[in-house]
């Protein structure tokens, strides 16, 4: 049997319909293309402003969205190519966090520039924007810690090692093991002055001895040849040979004297300063007949 529906209540019925999807949530209501189309070329932008100013976590979101099969192709093209780039030179950290006693935790909150990024640390690296960062470690019963680092773009897996057990005491042991010597149980040393002295007396021996065999070669040749009546140039020259012998000998004989005693009387020895000029002074003074040799110093 067929029953006739009275004509008011379809039309109720129709309004209640009507009204029913006018009030259905935007949520579920699907974007029109011109939307999806003003979304993708608004990630586009941002992907390139944040990645310029060194914003590489928030460029990597936007150029997720751009890179969306929803976004016309070449958007798409751009943005694929970018979040590469942004992911390649986007720096992670892992951190390494040693509770109070002495063991790895991983219950540690954790802030970046004052924000609160992670209630808890995993074990995994994290991403994060090059540049200086102030990161705050926070544990249950400790202090927090904060350090800053400077982290640079393209660095991965960067170790950063927190550590909140406290600090061992110095060491006070003692004994004859940790006993530093005194000045009088240090070992005797060589001063330089000695090797100093010691090779200039071997150096004018050397010169005196050299002079000495020339000026007697050269006086028995006069002796042979024109002696009495030399002339008194080849004298002259014979008698210098002779004086600077006399020197040279006796400039080594001083100089090897004063070094065998300062070895014989050094002390321990004592740090110098290299670049001090040794206190020696070493005087030739050719005289008539002779010269005169000294030295002379602070020993």
Same mark, same amino acid.
């Given at each position: 049997?067929?029953?006739?529906?009275?004509?008011?209540?379809?039309?109720?019925?129709?309004?209640?319909?009507?009204?029913?999807?006018?009030?259905?949530?935007?949520?579920?209501?699907?974007?029109?293309?011109?939307?999806?189309?003003?979304?993708?070329?608004?990630?586009?932008?941002?992907?390139?402003?944040?990645?310029?100013?060194?914003?590489?976590?928030?460029?990597?979101?936007?150029?997720?969205?751009?890179?969306?099969?929803?976004?016309?192709?070449?958007?798409?093209?751009?943005?694929?190519?970018?979040?590469?780039?942004?992911?390649?030179?986007?720096?992670?950290?892992?951190?390494?966090?040693?509770?109070?006693?002495?063991?790895?935790?991983?219950?540690?909150?954790?802030?970046?520039?004052?924000?609160?990024?992670?209630?808890?640390?995993?074990?995994?690296?994290?991403?994060?924007?090059?540049?200086?960062?102030?990161?705050?470690?926070?544990?249950?019963?400790?202090?927090?810690?904060?350090?800053?680092?400077?982290?640079?773009?393209?660095?991965?897996?960067?170790?950063?090692?927190?550590?909140?057990?406290?600090?061992?005491?110095?060491?006070?042991?003692?004994?004859?093991?940790?006993?530093?010597?005194? %000045?009088?149980? $240090?070992? +005797?040393?060589?001063?330089?002055?000695?090797?100093?002295?010691? #090779?200039? *007396?071997?150096? @004018? !021996? =050397?010169?005196?001895?050299?002079?000495?065999?020339?000026?007697?070669?050269?006086?028995?040749?006069?002796?042979?040849?024109?002696?009495?009546?030399?002339?008194?140039? %080849?004298?002259? $020259?014979? +008698?210098?040979?002779?004086?600077?012998?006399?020197?040279?000998? #006796?400039? *080594?004989?001083? @100089? !090897? =004297?004063?070094?065998?005693?300062?070895?014989?009387?050094?002390?321990?020895?004592?740090?110098?300063?290299?670049?001090?000029?040794?206190?020696?002074?070493?005087?030739?003074?050719?005289?008539?007949?002779?010269?005169?040799?000294?030295?002379?110093?602070?020993?």
């Amino acid at each position: 049997m067929t029953h006739a529906v009275p004509r008011p209540c379809l039309v109720a019925l129709a309004l209640t319909a009507l009204t029913s999807t006018a009030f259905l949530p935007s949520s579920l209501a699907k974007p029109t293309a011109a939307q999806t189309k003003r979304a993708c070329a608004t990630a586009y932008e941002e992907t390139q402003s944040l990645r310029s100013d060194g914003k590489l976590q928030a460029a990597r979101d936007k150029a997720v969205l751009c890179a969306a099969d929803a976004c016309p192709a070449v958007v798409r093209g751009d943005c694929t190519r970018w979040l590469q780039e942004i992911e390649d030179s986007q720096p992670t950290v892992v951190f390494h966090v040693t509770a109070p006693d002495g063991r790895e935790t991983a219950d540690v909150r954790l802030q970046i520039d004052g924000k609160l990024t992670h209630e808890r640390l995993d074990g995994t690296a994290l991403p994060i924007d090059p540049g200086e960062h102030l990161l705050r470690f926070e544990i249950p019963g400790a202090d927090p810690i904060e350090q800053r680092h400077v982290i640079r773009e393209g660095e991965k897996l960067r170790a950063i090692s927190v550590s909140f057990a406290p600090e061992p005491p110095p060491s006070t042991a003692s004994g004859p093991s940790s006993a530093l010597p005194d %000045d009088t149980t $240090a070992s +005797r040393g060589t001063p330089g002055l000695v090797w100093v002295l010691g #090779g200039i *007396g071997i150096a @004018s !021996l =050397g010169v005196g001895a050299t002079f000495g065999i020339l000026g007697i070669t050269q006086k028995s040749d006069l002796e042979d040849t024109c002696a009495p009546r030399c002339n008194d140039t %080849d004298v002259s $020259a014979v +008698r210098t040979k002779l004086l600077a012998a006399d020197i040279g000998v #006796g400039v *080594g004989v001083v @100089s !090897l =004297g004063v070094a065998t005693v300062l070895f014989l009387t050094s002390g321990p020895s004592a740090k110098t300063d290299a670049r001090r000029p040794l206190p020696v002074d070493l005087a030739l003074t050719p005289l008539t007949g002779g010269g005169y040799a000294g030295i002379s110093g602070t020993f």
